[in-house]
């Protein structure tokens, strides 16, 4: 079955930087689009980025744009997300999706920014 694993959120202070890996399984990784998604305290889920399959085309939302970096190996079937210049508002808990005609999550990662 479909598996997404991911990891590498944690406790930072503002300014660090941590980067995220999804591991996934279960399914042809290196022709999937993958995203990920985090939702903050109180808040509704929302799009950071987006991957095409083979990695030639990403998607930001603006206010992560230039700090954030989506990339995947597909040899690894893994993805990431290398975020830098973490702020507060960058505390959430951090999903990875599978999209398609059914779209899977991972279980989330979370990340504090806090001094």
């Known amino acids: 079955q479909v598996q997404l694993v991911e990891s590498g959120g944690g406790l930072v202070q503002p300014g660090g930087s941590l980067r995220l890996s999804c591991a996934a399984s279960?399914?042809?990784?290196?022709?999937?689009?993958m995203s990920w998604y985090r939702q903050p305290p109180g808040k509704e889920r929302e799009l950071v980025a987006r991957?095409?399959?083979?990695?030639?085309?990403?998607y930001y939302v603006d206010s992560v744009k230039g700090r954030f970096t989506i990339s995947r190996d597909n040899a690894k079937n893994t993805l990431y997300l290398q975020m830098n210049r973490l702020n507060p508002e960058n505390r959430a808990v951090y999903y990875c999706k599978k999209s398609g005609v059914l779209n899977y999550w991972g279980q989330g990662t979370q990340v504090t920014v806090s001094t």
């Open positions: 279960g399914f042809i990784f290196s022709i999937s689009d």
């Open positions: 991957i095409t399959s083979a990695g030639g085309s990403t």
